[in-house]
């Protein structure tokens, strides 16, 4: 059971790339997120998911997309980098037994992205 | 924005010492969370604490929380060099978690 896994762990770009993370459970959570980490901040969400096929934007959606084709996977995608978007990526899944969105959640390792 | 504030931002305390840190929340919730990240690792779920229950233990953690002050603690005993990381508290904010900044604990050998 290896729980969330990310993919890559590192990355550098240079502005005006466009990259795609990957972020995959095996836990059958129902519930996806995506966070970046900056130095000296918490956690702030990005896009968010709750179930297959449906996504919702958190609270600094611009410049990412997003997409949750299969249960297990929620890509998260950055069309044209730019320098802003340096930070670490970190995804989580959660299972709310309340059907919420607010319960327990499970992190991946996180993705250190560069961009140039 | 950020829903829960931690404080102090960072904190050095002397293996076996208490270190106490602190979380202060804007609005109305139903639960608390905490969270420890090591360094350059994902966080990890240390504890939940539902608005309706003043205080929880797991382990060396004691967490409380006083709604009428919007705040709650994270107490950890008889510390650790292995608890060395940073601590953030989480709220509940519409759909989605809001997390802290974070306290950075050192905890000295």
């Known amino acids: 059971n290896a729980g969330v896994t990310q993919t890559p762990k590192f990355r550098v770009l240079k502005t005006g790339q466009s990259m795609t993370l990957l972020c995959a459970q095996d836990?059958?959570?129902?519930?996806m997120y995506w966070y970046r980490q900056d130095p000296g901040m918490g956690l702030r969400l990005i896009h968010y998911s709750v179930g297959e096929g449906t996504t919702a934007k958190g609270e600094v959606p611009d410049g990412y997309n997003v997409s949750r084709l299969k249960k297990q996977n929620f890509l998260l995608g950055l069309e044209s980098a730019a320098p802003s978007q340096t930070s670490v990526y970190f995804c989580a899944s959660s299972s709310p037994i309340s059907g919420r969105t607010t319960d327990t959640q499970y992190f991946g390792p996180g993705t250190r992205l560069t961009v140039l | 924005s950020q829903q829960g504030e931690e404080d102090p931002q960072a904190l050095s305390i002397q293996e076996g010492e208490n270190a106490t840190m602190n979380c202060s929340y804007k609005?109305?919730?139903?639960?608390l969370q905490w969270y420890r990240q090591n360094s350059g690792r994902g966080l990890v779920h240390l504890i939940l604490?539902?608005?309706?229950?003043r205080e929880k233990h797991s382990g060396r953690l004691r967490v409380t929380l006083d709604t009428s002050k919007k705040s709650s603690s994270l107490l950890i005993t008889a510390s650790r060099a292995a608890d060395t990381a940073s601590y953030f508290c989480?709220?509940?904010?519409?759909?989605?978690?809001?997390f802290g900044a974070g306290t950075r604990l050192t905890v000295k050998p």
């Open positions: 989480a709220t509940p904010n519409n759909n989605d978690m809001r």
């Open positions: 609005t109305s919730i139903n639960n």
């Open positions: 604490i539902r608005s309706n229950e």
């Open positions: 836990m059958n959570h129902e519930y």
